[in-house]
């Protein structure tokens, strides 16, 4: 039971454009959502967040939006850079969980072509 | 400042032998986590910890053991080593909930 899905396993964008990374979600006891990026033989690294009584999260090049009715968050990359070339994980957690017993979707590969 | 160190980077085994990762972090969580990434697949909870002498199960549990006798210290113990268990392993931390996860660089095994 794949609770958090990104159905794009890759996505390739050119240098300065948008890049937009989609995560979907099934259970909706999920109040708190989390981007990481992930680079080859290195850990994953904090990205940004977004709780659910928001709608939308910004910091620098990076937004989060969340549609709760769609059960639909997206993490927008304005503008894309060669560097932000790696994998991308949404997460989610439930306030009934301790700590960040964090469910992960599988990955988005993204490429940004100079 | 280490933050979260794993080793070893690298370990291949045969089927049935047995090994610890070790994980160490030096920034006084209370919280530490074990997950594995398997290839096309996102990360899936192993183990995790809310404090020094207290453990409990995530999501895919069967085949390892944990202890936590220190803050410091989260090791993760395959006993039976087995190809399901092929994959990399992440040890993670952090302060307490929604707080971000602080990740170690990850050991991948590979079990033949």
């Known amino acids: 039971d794949q609770q958090v899905k990104q159905n794009s396993p890759s996505l390739s964008v050119q240098e300065g454009r948008i890049s937009i990374l989609n995560c979907d979600y099934t259970?909706?006891?999920?109040?708190?959502f989390l981007w990481y990026k992930k680079y080859p033989a290195e850990g994953p690294t904090f990205l940004i967040s977004?709780?659910?009584?928001?709608d939308k999260n910004e910091d620098g090049r990076f937004t989060v939006f969340l549609n709760k009715s769609a059960k639909h968050l997206s993490l927008h990359i304005v503008p894309s850079q060669p560097g932000d070339s790696a994998v991308y994980f949404c997460?989610?957690?439930?306030?009934?969980?301790?700590?960040?017993?964090?469910?992960f979707g599988e990955g988005t590969q993204l490429t940004v072509n100079p | 400042n280490a933050g979260v160190t794993q080793t070893p980077k690298f370990r291949i085994l045969k089927i049935g032998q047995s090994m610890t990762l070790q994980c160490t972090q030096d920034?006084?969580?209370?919280?530490m986590y074990w997950y594995r990434q398997d290839p096309g697949m996102g990360l899936k909870l192993i183990y995790y910890?809310?404090?020094?002498?207290?453990?409990d199960k995530g999501e895919v549990p069967n085949g390892y053991n944990v202890s936590r006798s220190t803050t410091e210290d989260f090791p993760l113990r395959l006993e039976l080593a087995a190809p399901s268990q092929t994959s990399v392993y992440f040890c993670?931390?952090?302060?307490?909930?929604?707080?971000?996860?602080?990740f170690g660089n990850g050991t991948r095994l590979t079990v033949t």
């Open positions: 993670a931390t952090d302060t307490s909930y929604n707080s971000p996860l602080h």
């Open positions: 920034m006084n969580h209370n919280y």
């Open positions: 997460a989610a957690s439930t306030a009934e969980t301790s700590g960040s017993r964090l469910t």
């Open positions: 977004i709780s659910s009584i928001k």
């Open positions: 910890s809310v404090g020094a002498g207290i453990t």
């Open positions: 259970n909706s006891m999920f109040d708190y």
